[in-house]
């Protein structure tokens, strides 16, 4: 009698158990799914955030990182809920903490924060090695289009360095046609320049946490178009 009275207590632990993971394991399903992204409009939602941003402000300049980022993501969210909603920005925030936007380098903020990046297995070096190339080298829009695909084709890459290379590319296209279309924003960015690499840039350097990359993106790039 013991025996069968253990047995059940065993199977409704067991049952309980399996339930509560498959539970867990569904709300996980559904956090990624609401906030999946294909990687090829990672550069549409870029832009989609510039936009957003500009019209809010009305001409205001604000200066403060914490503000941009969270109305950047605000914008985002209210009009593409499914996408950026609980998106969590914090790694963002205490990225750029304590930056002063008037005298931001992206090419000072990238040598500062690769290193760890790497360390933590959220970017590939090889990838790092490319944006360095591309920065020594000082390349334009188009030259780095061209050095990207040589990268791509004489180089061995995992699945995470392929989807990565595709977001940086994405948002790299995709950033030289909304400069290239809106230069009245105190901005002179022009395809090839510092603010078109950086929002590709700050995209790719957190392109480990989905959304947050494309929010990183657009932080980047308006920290440079206030420092040209």
Same mark, same amino acid.
């Given at each position: 009698?013991?025996?069968?009275?253990?047995?059940?207590?065993?199977?409704?632990?067991?049952?309980?158990?399996?339930?509560?993971?498959?539970?867990?394991?569904?709300?996980?399903?559904?956090?990624?799914?609401?906030?999946?992204?294909?990687?090829?409009?990672?550069?549409?939602?870029?832009?989609?955030?510039?936009?957003?941003?500009?019209?809010?402000?009305?001409?205001?300049? *604000?200066?403060?990182?914490?503000?941009?980022?969270?109305?950047?993501?605000?914008?985002?969210?209210?009009?593409? !809920?499914?996408?950026?909603?609980?998106?969590?920005?914090?790694?963002?925030?205490?990225?750029?903490?304590?930056?002063?936007?008037?005298?931001?380098?992206?090419?000072?903020?990238?040598?500062?924060?690769?290193?760890?990046?790497?360390?933590?297995?959220?970017?590939?070096?090889?990838?790092?090695?490319?944006?360095?190339?591309?920065?020594?080298? *000082?390349?334009?829009?188009?030259?780095?289009?061209?050095?990207?695909?040589?990268?791509?084709?004489?180089?061995?890459?995992?699945?995470?360095?392929?989807?990565?290379?595709?977001?940086?590319?994405?948002?790299?296209?995709?950033?030289?046609?909304?400069?290239?279309?809106?230069?009245?924003?105190?901005?002179?960015?022009? !395809?090839?320049?510092?603010?078109?690499?950086?929002?590709?840039?700050?995209?790719?350097?957190?392109?480990?946490?989905?959304?947050?990359?494309?929010?990183?993106?657009?932080?980047?790039?308006?920290?440079?178009?206030?420092?040209?």
């Amino acid at each position: 009698m013991k025996k069968i009275i253990y047995s059940i207590l065993l199977l409704t632990v067991t049952n309980s158990v399996f339930i509560s993971c498959a539970k867990d394991e569904q709300i996980v399903k559904q956090i990624e799914e609401k906030n999946k992204i294909e990687l090829t409009d990672y550069g549409f939602f870029h832009n989609e955030g510039l936009s957003l941003y500009y019209k809010s402000q009305n001409g205001f300049r *604000e200066t403060n990182t914490d503000v941009i980022i969270q109305k950047i993501t605000t914008q985002l969210e209210n009009k593409y !809920p499914k996408e950026f909603s609980n998106v969590d920005i914090s790694d963002v925030k205490n990225a750029f903490k304590n930056t002063d936007i008037q005298k931001f380098n992206i090419v000072s903020f990238w040598n500062s924060k690769k290193e760890e990046l790497y360390l933590n297995n959220k970017l590939s070096p090889k990838i790092g090695g490319l944006v360095d190339k591309i920065l020594k080298e *000082e390349m334009s829009h188009e030259q780095y289009m061209l050095e990207i695909q040589k990268f791509r084709k004489e180089n061995t890459l995992d699945t995470s360095e392929q989807n990565s290379l595709i977001i940086f590319e994405n948002v790299l296209e995709s950033s030289k046609q909304y400069w290239s279309s809106h230069n009245s924003h105190k901005l002179t960015a022009r !395809p090839g320049s510092q603010a078109i690499i950086a929002d590709g840039m700050g995209a790719l350097m957190f392109v480990y946490s989905g959304p947050l990359s494309i929010i990183a993106g657009c932080a980047t790039s308006l920290f440079v178009n206030e420092a040209l």
